[in-house]
């Protein structure tokens, strides 16, 4: 009797210690950007309570940690985008096991055989491919297999002031903003908007920012019909396309119809305040932009706020350029069986949860999400859910498509503020990108 009493007891201990996370839990390292909050969401586990980029990614991670004590994942979060910090990480043999990346990034690490391909993972907890919208799965796609788990659909979007449109006579009949179908239009519409109410049309961070620039390029190049990537190791910018994108924001830049030296933040407060009628921003800020206009006395509050796809002003196909967030997850020899299901959990758990993510303003990953009543009933989804049919991305095999950016940013920005000849500006982006392609 005694002996079966101390048996017991052992078994009773060994249950115990097992059950204890602290004990038996697999450990996960996963890095992230999108922000720090640890102040406001640090410990919060109430999805639903969470808003932003930050607190919604912080509080599901949180969840995920508290509803599986098997697992616990241990978190960095980066400064955006993070890509010189894991570079450097992969070279030194330290990568974490999961990150964010983005879905026109993948290419970079996934053709160097740093990234696991996800498809058996994905498989192992019941979920397929044909569970995510088109764009999100191609997105992620590279070489046949998957080698990210999509978590959203990401575009730049108009963020419009009622009130100012209201001002300058640009709202139709049923409250809706007025939107140029041409670059007359919208050239005719700006000056009207600059007259009427004494503030430029757009708000724009062009201080010390690249990206704007490029993916507004990008946008009206494939709305122009412009394969200008067919050969993904060599770009064609210096082209009539191209040139006709750049002489409209010349044109904007120079009759003011745009703020100027403003940064990304400086252009979100500015347009916060009621300092112009549209900004070129992204989704993210939906969710945000939306909590503003229901506060008393902003400026959002004063006549409304809308959002919508930039709009079709050239002769072609209604598109615009949109990429996507992932979690990605390294290539590792020494990784174990434990870990790996582990990583099947997390990237089930985000999946399960894109809803959550979608309130961000980002578009779900997930097609079950986007068709939803719940998703369509947030505000503003009606006129956004477009992106997820409008969305193109650049070819996956073109690979340094943030450094890609930023040449063609840094280009752009000169001819816009007429510091370089358009010409020239072009024939220099491409030059340049096509030498940075030449030597990867």
């Keep these: ?13 060994s249950v115990m210690m097992l059950a204890s996370p602290g004990f038996a839990a697999t450990e996960l390292t996963v890095q992230r950007f999108f922000g720090a909050c640890d102040a406001d969401f640090g410990t ?30 241990s978190v960095t979060t ?27 990034v993948l290419s970079d690490y996934q053709s160097k055989g740093l990234l696991l391909p996800l498809d058996d993972v994905l498989k192992s907890v019941g979920v397929t491919p044909d569970a995510f919208t088109d764009a999100a799965r191609n997105g992620a796609t590279k070489d046949g ?26 709202v139709n009949a049923d409250g809706t903003p007025i939107l140029p179908k041409s670059v007359d239009e919208l050239l005719a519409q700006a000056e009207q908007f600059k007259q009427k109410t004494g503030k430029p049309y757009f708000v724009q961070n062009l201080a010390n920012e690249t990206a704007l620039f490029t993916r507004n390029l990008y946008t009206y190049l494939f709305q122009q019909g412009s394969d ?6 060599h770009v064609k910018l210096n082209t009539p396309e191209a040139k006709k994108v750049v002489e409209m924001y010349k044109t904007i830049f120079a009759k003011d119809y745009t703020t100027k030296g403003l940064d990304y933040g400086g252009a979100i407060n500015a347009f916060l305040a009621g300092e112009g009628g549209v900004q070129l921003n992204g989704t993210w800020v939906v969710g945000d932009y939306n909590a503003q206009s229901e506060t008393n006395g902003t400026a959002l509050n004063k006549g409304g706020y809308a959002v919508y796809p930039y709009p079709q002003l050239f002769d072609g196909a209604h598109a615009q350029y949109a990429d996507g967030h992932t979690w990605a997850v390294s290539a590792k020899e020494d990784r174990t069986a434990e870990q790996t299901a ?40 009606d006129t956004i859910s477009a992106v997820a049919e409008l969305g193109r991305s650049l070819p996956p095999e073109v690979e340094r498509q943030f450094a890609i950016q930023e040449i063609i940013g840094e280009e752009l920005a000169a001819a816009t503020s007429g510091q370089k000849d358009t010409d020239a500006a072009l024939a220099d982006a491409e030059t340049r990108i096509n030498e940075l392609l030449a030597n990867l």
């Design 44 to 73: 919060n586990t109430d999805v639903s309570k969470a808003v932003g980029e930050c607190g919604i990614m912080t509080s599901l991670i949180n969840k995920f940690n508290a509803d599986n004590p098997d697992v616990h994942v």
């Design 342 to 381: 582990a990583i099947g959990k997390f990237l089930k758990f985000f999946t399960d949860n894109d809803f959550d993510w979608s309130r961000t303003g980002h578009l779900p990953a997930v097609k079950s999400i986007i068709t939803s009543d719940q998703f369509k009933a947030l505000p503003h989804r």
């Design 228 to 233: 200008f990537f067919a050969d993904p190791k």
């Design 78 to 104: 980066v400064e955006w985008p993070g890509y010189d910090q894991l570079t450097a990480q992969f070279a030194s043999g330290d990568a974490p096991d999961i990150v964010t990346i983005h879905e026109s």
């Design 145 to 170: 297999k998957i080698y990210g788990l999509p978590i959203d659909s990401w575009t730049m979007l108009y963020h419009i002031n009622m009130d100012l449109f209201k001002q300058a006579d640009l």
């Design 1 to 13: 009797m005694r002996m079966k009493t101390i048996l017991l007891a052992a078994v009773s201990a």
